[in-house]
């Protein structure tokens, strides 16, 4: 399984919906970021948008992949990818992660309208919803996209894809992934009560 985490729009938690939620469940994927302003976050390769040939052969060698396209370099990433001719085929499957404010849903369309144009099907085009307050209904929340969907039909929607908002994310280090949070036998309640 190759996955490609991408939005015009930065913002959305492409990079924690990558490293946290995709990563730990496709077994043996390598994690690739296309980034250029974040290069020395976080491990795993970094390539930037302009070198999408090299991106390409890598994804010929490997099984498994998540594919995290940083918004400073996904223009140029689906600028080439449109250059190399049914180089979306590599990837399996597109998730394109988004939240509720209004240019953030506009780059999302404009996302999902990028990759239609390059032949990429509805099936392998994926919305997660993100930063979803729990008293929220995707349907007034995320009215136009989901407007979009049902006058297109261009990306799959599931309203299970959502994740609910919570500090958890903003306090997570970029090293640090949440299945190791969890692991940390750390008592944080017991050091703080020592703590003087």
């Avoid at 890598?58 to 370099?73: C, E, Y």
Wanted: aromatic content about 6%; overall charge negative; proline content about 4%.
């Amino acid at each position: 399984m190759k996955a490609a985490v991408i939005n015009f729009s930065g913002n959305v938690g492409k990079s924690t919906v990558a490293r946290h939620m995709l990563l730990p469940r496709i077994e043996d994927a390598e994690f690739v970021s296309v980034e250029s302003i974040n290069a020395d976050e976080g491990g795993g390769n970094t390539v930037r948008g302009r070198q999408f040939g090299a991106l390409s052969e890598q994804l010929l060698l490997i099984d498994s992949a998540v594919i995290d396209v940083g918004s400073s370099n996904v223009e140029d990433f689906v600028g080439l990818m449109r250059q190399y001719e049914g180089s979306h085929e590599d990837v399996d499957l597109f998730v394109v992660p988004t939240v509720k404010e209004s240019k953030q849903i506009r780059d999302t369309i404009a996302t999902i309208q990028a990759l239609a144009a390059m032949g990429v099907p509805a099936n392998r085009v994926r919305v997660v919803f993100n930063k979803v307050e729990t008293d929220e209904t995707l349907e007034d929340a995320f009215y136009p996209l989901i407007a979009y969907h049902e006058d297109t039909g261009a990306f799959t929607l599931r309203p299970k894809a959502t994740v609910h908002f919570s500090e958890l994310y903003a306090r997570l280090p970029h090293d640090v992934t949440i299945a190791g949070l969890l692991a940390d036998p750390t008592d944080p309640k017991a050091e703080l009560r020592e703590a003087k």
